[in-house]
């Protein structure tokens, strides 16, 4: 079946612009991640999904931040006033579960190729 | 999450074994370790999970040691097509909310030479 899709996959901008970058997450999966990874650099986690709400939100990196999921399905991230440093390939993940309670097996996390965003 | 630690690069022969180290010295008794892969310009891909026993599948090998302080995921006969930053991550088993989320370190860049 599909994968997780992510939509543009290259985006390039002029600084104070806003974006907003797409995810389409593998039907059925209930959990949604976004992660962003700059040049040379390792993932940092940005936010997390269970369905449509958001309980974890601690990775955004500043209030020009936000992401929003509809329909327990396609989820937004939109950057407002963008910034030279928020240049980077932003991930996007999805996995079955995510709901906590008890020893569950692993859900293994599926990633998009990613939206590479160039601020100018 | 237990922090690990990963040579940064390695280098291996086509069509020998890659064995590619990690330490996980704090793991708790309730955390998995797990490894993912990123081949250039694309997303992370997940490899093999294990708690304590030795694990196999498809891609991969996974030995955890019997203290659980370290690991080695073996790609038993490499490829180029296996040239990538490997990522050991170490995570508990139930989760919800922000525990779900995976927490990469910088990884070991392999390469897999002709």
């Known amino acids: 079946g599909a994968g997780v899709s992510q939509s543009p996959s290259n985006k390039v901008t002029e600084k104070g612009k806003d974006v907003e970058l797409r995810c389409d997450p593998i039907s059925g999966h209930t959990a949604l991640y976004w992660y962003r990874q700059s040049l040379g650099q390792g993932l940092e986690f940005l936010i997390y999904?269970?369905?449509?709400?958001?309980?974890?939100k601690s990775g955004l990196p500043s209030d020009r931040f936000s992401a929003e999921r509809t329909g327990g399905s396609v989820s937004t991230l939109t950057i407002q006033r963008t910034q030279q440093e928020d240049s980077a390939v932003y991930l996007c993940?999805?996995?079955f579960g995510g709901g906590g309670g008890g020893v569950s097996s692993y859900n293994e996390q599926f990633f998009g190729p990613g939206t590479r965003l160039t601020v100018l | 999450d237990a922090k690990t630690t990963q040579p940064p690069s390695m280098d291996c022969a086509e069509g020998r074994a890659a064995n590619l180290p990690c330490n996980h010295s704090t793991i708790s008794g309730n955390e998995y370790v797990y490894w993912y892969r990123q081949i250039h310009s694309q997303g992370p891909q997940y490899i093999i999970h294990?708690?304590?026993n030795n694990e196999t599948n498809e891609m991969a090998s996974l030995i955890i040691t019997e203290d659980r302080k370290s690991s080695t995921l073996i790609l038993p006969h490499a490829t180029l097509r296996d040239t990538a930053v490997y990522y050991c991550i170490v995570r508990v088993a139930n989760y919800g909310g922000s525990q779900g989320n995976l927490i990469f370190g910088k990884g070991t860049k392999l390469s897999v030479k002709p």
């Open positions: 999904f269970q369905g449509n709400s958001a309980p974890d």
């Open positions: 294990g708690l304590k």
């Open positions: 993940a999805s996995s």
